[in-house]
């Protein structure tokens, strides 16, 4: 119809095999008239959709796309639509951090015989894509001014706190100390290069232990490590955060509890070194500068060009330190004292809030602004503990080729989208992959977005408990929080 | 050889422009408080107040860069031709506002691409198109080591002028024939006394830097140490094996090649590869020779410190920006490991003699 009265959209269809596509079949058989937007790929069943499917033809040209599949209870394999329901319903509440209409995107279910029901699907989902007109491309979408200023706002809140942090350390060597005999290896902190940079320590002697810090600068997850120690006894000095990525790594297999001996340290939050070079930066001189450091629970006080500033640990602390709920390791076999959480009211943090605040348009036209800086070499992905499959990963893969060497924008993007799906319900949002990135590019926004969906559809928190099953691998007959069949 | 030109503050912007009449002009801006290099635009100031995150190479040597383009025609009777198509070519350029370690890593560059017995006509017509004018240094960051590398932060190499910020403006020094044209716009005026100026800025930001280490036998003894696994094992403990370090390094000069194919027609693209990635040197067959990061590491190192030098007399392939220690998400630090091999190496020898 629409191809009668206006210029066609592109509408991409996936149909599974055993029903939709039998019912869009049916439906011509019958001479149903349908309008002609839509080009069907036929799937063997809904769960085969990967809803990176959907991401790459809606940031590839398509002005909607429409998931088609057989009626709960009754997939073919029995199951494959349940987990499929899932998958697509976190899709259409990530999608808008994007700047992608969640409308652009639908999915339902059309039996074989049901021919009526599949032209008024496909009829009232073309009918809805012509409302919304031709897809805005990301390549072209033009930056509003001052929209970098929204994103200025200064996380606040209360940090986590613990009165003893000073006398901590000995009492971790010590435990250390005791245990290093037994283990390959002890994955900690020393101090970096200069005054502000920690990096990660592996101490195999009680010599390296002599070279163990603990504080706020000990910004990295040593979890990070471990699925590549696996099959050596290893010893891991964990904050509250890095804990709960051992718990996720172990949900999944992806580690051995037994070959695994954690040290919870409790944390009063970490430093962000870029809110540090910006601050210094405004005061005339930068993070390279910096002759000496001290830092403690309250602040940091750095020396630099001569001059000595202090910051609060307010002005400095990552955001995600901000309302932080587990300050004490989740899980661990020496705990090194107890730090008091922060007060959390369910606040959402500074950057969901920014981009809650903005169009859809302008979010788009903030990613294309942010990723073009993006110079592909992956430290978000190396750097976060749950890609573990970092030598293999699809987005190195030429067959199936899902990224190309092309570094448009949106190549670039839809690699961030691979890393918010494939970590979509195991994500603690350690925030690893935006502090790696060495450009600085937010894409812990998309993480976020990924897991308040999660939170709302499944009331579920990665990471918390070893023997809870991740949303994403798990389904109910009938979803408490899933209202499907708007079509 | 016209005398040293001086370019006040004020005028920057306009020699810009003028200079941007002839020719692309790429300077260092600032994004998201990062600094990239990005084509000069009417209202950006150059963010010139420290180096660029990034390194200026992807102007000459971008990080895709579309050789060819190509489409597939099937005849009937099953006879398929191929037509090609030239990709773009490269319009003259010009880099403003590198520092002196960014216009030495293109010298590193030139003796693969065009200075021995490969001529890469890419590479060559890029770099034959750029010209660079080089920023000195004012004063050093805690990860610049130029000097341990026969650079500092007033070294000409590969610039074809060279500004040294003075009060009110830049001094300006040809460096090549090139560049000794660009000084002759009217908007310059004869430097004068402020070269003086200038010659004191360079040689307080030499004095700025701490000493250089000694790392002449960096190259033998990361030889020496090749087969040494455990060595390896442990200065790669912490590295994430991604690609910060080579894609920000001024240096780093491996590539891939890929054809994109879009249906019948596709293009042929010269990419940045990065030896950090397993893919790097995987093989059709599935082997991989550097299986593990310790390898790959080891590979990097080794070929800036040990086997370019060997093949370049004795010249290193890093230009001590630091852009690898001071972007690293896990804070690696390349002078660490080099001097842990000479130390390691020296150590060892030391006991031979005692046995």
């Known amino acids: ?487 | 050889m016209t005398g040293a030109k001086f370019l006040s503050k004020e005028k920057l912007l306009d020699w810009l422009a003028e200079l941007g009449q002839t020719r692309r002009v790429f300077m260092p801006v600032e994004e998201g408080g990062k600094i990239v290099f990005r084509p000069c635009t009417n209202g950006d100031t150059p963010a010139l107040v420290r180096d660029a995150s990034a390194s200026p190479k992807g102007v000459v040597f971008p990080s895709s860069a579309e050789l060819f383009r190509y489409t597939k025609t099937k005849a009937r009777g099953g006879k398929s031709s191929m037509e090609l198509k030239p990709g773009t070519e490269f319009e003259p350029a010009l880099i403003f506002g590198t520092r002196p370690c960014g216009a030495r890593g293109f010298t590193i560059f030139d003796r693969v691409y065009t200075g021995g017995k490969f001529n890469d006509p890419y590479y060559r017509a890029a770099r034959e198109n750029t010209l660079i004018v080089t920023l000195a240094c004012e004063g050093p960051e805690n990860t610049c080591f130029c000097n341990w590398v026969g650079s500092g932060p007033d070294d000409p190499t590969g610039s074809d002028v060279l500004a040294t910020p003075v009060e009110g403006g830049f001094v300006l020094e040809s460096v090549s024939e090139r560049g000794e044209a660009l000084l002759e716009s009217p908007l310059l005026q004869p430097a004068e006394a402020r070269t003086a100026e200038a010659d004191s800025v360079k040689s307080r930001a030499r004095a700025e830097l701490p000493p250089a280490r000694d790392i002449s036998a960096a190259p033998q003894s990361i030889r020496a140490l090749f087969d040494n696994q455990k060595f390896w094992d442990e200065v790669s403990s912490k590295c994430l094996s991604c690609g910060a370090c080579t894609y920000l390094c001024p240096t780093c000069y491996c590539f891939t090649i890929t054809d994109e194919d879009h249906g019948d027609s596709g293009k042929r693209l010269r990419s940045w590869d990065n030896c950090m990635s397993y893919q790097f040197s995987l093989e059709a067959s599935g082997h991989n020779p550097r299986p593990t990061k310790a390898h790959r590491l080891r590979n990097r190192v080794g070929h800036k410190f040990s086997y370019y030098p060997q093949l370049h007399e004795g010249l290193l392939a890093c230009c001590g920006c630091g852009r690898c220690i001071r972007s690293c998400p896990v804070s690696m630090d390349i002078r660490e490991i080099v001097l842990d091999a000479i130390d390691r190496v020296q150590a060892k020898n030391c006991e031979v003699v005692h046995e």
């Open chain 1, 1 to 487: 119809m629409s191809v009668l009265t206006g210029k066609e959209l592109r509408i991409v269809g996936f149909l599974c095999n055993w029903c939709s596509y039998g019912g869009a079949d049916t439906a011509g058989v019958g001479r149903f008239v349908q309008p002609t937007d839509l080009r069907i790929i036929r799937v063997p069943c809904s769960g085969r959709i990967d809803p990176l499917f959907i991401v790459k033809a809606l940031l590839n040209g398509a002005d909607g796309v429409l998931v088609s599949g057989c009626h709960p209870r009754d997939c073919h394999y029995s199951q494959g639509n349940f987990y499929a329901r899932r998958r697509l319903e976190v899709l259409k509440h990530f999608l808008p951090v994007l700047g992608i209409d969640p409308a652009r995107f639908e999915y339902t279910w059309v039996s074989a015989s049901e021919a009526q029901r599949w032209q008024k699907v496909v009829s009232s989902f073309t009918e809805r894509i012509h409302k919304l007109g031709p897809a805005s491309r990301l390549e072209n979408t033009a930056l509003p001014d001052g929209l970098e200023k929204r994103f200025a706002a200064i996380a606040s809140g209360e940090l986590p706190s613990d009165g003893k942090a000073a006398t901590r350390l000995e009492e971790l060597k010590d435990r250390i100390h005791e245990f290093l005999p037994d283990l390959d290896i002890v994955i900690g902190w020393q101090r970096g290069f200069d005054a502000l940079h920690n990096t990660p320590l592996f101490m195999r002697s009680a010599e390296d232990l002599e070279k163990l810090v603990w504080g706020p600068l000990n910004i990295h997850n040593t979890a990070t490590y471990l699925p590549s120690l696996r099959g050596k006894k290893v010893g891991v000095v964990v904050k509250g955060c890095d804990s709960r990525s051992v718990v996720e790594l172990l949900q999944e297999k992806l580690v051995d509890r037994e070959n695994i001996v954690v040290f919870g340290m409790p944390c009063s939050g970490i430093v962000d070194l870029s809110k540090i070079d910006r601050a210094l930066r405004e005061r005339g001189t930068g993070i390279g500068r910096v002759q000496a450091a001290e830092c403690g629970e309250k602040g940091v006080t750095i020396k630099a060009g001569g001059q000595e500033y202090r910051f609060a640990m307010e002005e400095v602390a990552a955001d995600k330190c901000f309302h932080c709920e587990y300050p004490n390791a989740v899980l661990a076999d020496h705990l090194i004292g107890n730090a008091s959480p922060s007060s959390s009211n369910g606040k959402i943090s500074r950057q969901l809030a920014a981009f809650d605040a903005m169009s859809l348009q302008e979010r788009m036209a903030y990613w294309r602004s942010q990723m073009d800086r993006c110079i592909r070499c992956h430290a978000c992905r190396n750097a976060c503990p749950l890609c573990v499959c970092k030598d293999h990963c699809i987005a190195q893969s030429r067959d199936p080729h899902w990224i190309s060497q092309e570094d448009t924008i949106t190549e670039k993007l839809m690699f961030q989208v691979v890393h918010a799906v494939h970590t979509a319900g195991r994500c603690t949002e350690c925030g690893e992959c935006e502090r790696a990135c060495p450009m600085d590019i937010p894409i812990l926004a998309m993480k976020r977005q990924m897991n308040r969906a999660i939170r709302e559809l499944f009331e579920y928190k990665a990471g918390t408990d070893p023997e809870a099953v991740p949303p994403l691998l798990a389904f109910q007959a009938e979803e408490k929080n899933i209202h499907e069949g708007v079509l």
